[in-house]
């Protein structure tokens, strides 16, 4: 990240221009400030995907991941009252992953870590990620899983549909691949962003696909739709109709409030999709869903 002034700065890739972010990336007063517009209580603020450098060499995202936790730490410390963090691990080194969020959990105290939705071209679902897993099941730590707009298919952003489309369809492979590989340990708590994706849409034909394919009759074998219920997802749909799929799939107790805050594809107000929720679905899905998870920790 290049400084280019008191409240502006560039991430920069390779030497070249990612993206222009200003302060709320990085101040705390700022982002109090904003909530107190919005009326957000608290925040959990979580690195920007495209730093995760899961597709990197492991050295090297490691340094990375423990800077950004660093200074995450410190800015959950400026108001620890309304502001908690997710932090970064070097998910292509399960080891190093598992030891880093270790570090975060239990020395700095932060709900969880994010995470890409794959490794280089290793899926989530994959045995390789199972000491990571086994870390973070250990401590009822959340694992919020973000599309990194970087892995999608270079056909979508040729058609300028890499957000709208790239970005949910990469988030419902994931979560596809978590629901229908083998059974994950329990108490693992895993969160799709943005409404998982295309993924609540796509449980139907998953099971008709495990039926297809002849494994729905097996012993012990549990259909996609049945195991979605296990995974949580945020509420970052742009459509009520979206996030009352979202909440059908995974669950009314099993949905967050999501914003993307500060950028761009942000919701604003905050929570703007739940006003044509009903009450108590809406209090869950704002403040009780996320205090539940936790307090499970």
Not at 231 to 248: F, I, M, Q
Request: glycine share 10%; net charge negative.
């Amino acid at each position: 990240m290049e400084r280019v002034s008191s409240d502006r700065a560039r991430i920069l890739l390779d030497g070249r221009l990612y993206r222009e972010v200003d302060d709320r990336c990085w101040s705390a007063e700022r982002r109090l400030r904003d909530m107190d517009a919005e009326g957000v209580a608290a925040q959990l603020v979580s690195p920007i995907p495209v730093t995760l450098c899961h597709g990197e060499p492991a050295e090297g995202a490691a340094v990375l991941a423990r800077a950004q936790n660093d200074f995450l730490a410190g800015l959950a410390a400026a108001a620890p009252d309304r502001l908690a963090a997710l932090g970064a691990v070097p998910l292509q080194d399960p080891e190093r992953a598992a030891a880093e969020l270790a570090h975060c959990v239990d020395e700095l105290g932060f709900a969880g870590v994010e995470i890409g939705t794959r490794a280089g071209d290793v899926e989530l679902s994959d045995e390789r990620f199972d000491p990571f897993f086994d870390a973070a099941a250990d401590r009822g730590a959340l694992v919020l899983v973000h599309p990194v707009d970087l892995t999608l298919d270079p056909r979508l952003a040729g058609l300028g549909i890499g957000f709208g489309l790239g970005m949910p369809s990469e988030t419902a492979v994931a979560g596809a691949a978590l629901v229908t590989g083998r059974p994950r340990r329990d108490g693992v708590r895993i969160c799709l962003a943005h409404g998982g994706g295309a993924l609540p849409a796509l449980l139907p034909r998953l099971d008709r696909g495990e039926v297809l394919a002849g494994r729905s009759g097996a012993a012990g074998h549990r259909m996609p739709g049945e195991r979605a219920r296990e995974l949580w997802c945020d509420s970052l749909t742009y459509d009520v109709h979206s996030l009352r799929l979202a909440v059908e799939r995974f669950g009314p107790d099993h949905v967050v409030l999501g914003t993307d805050y500060p950028f761009a594809a942000r919701e604003s107000p905050a929570g703007a999709v739940l006003s044509d929720l009903e009450p108590g679905l809406r209090a869950a899905i704002g403040e009780a869903n996320l205090r539940a998870l936790h307090a499970a920790q």
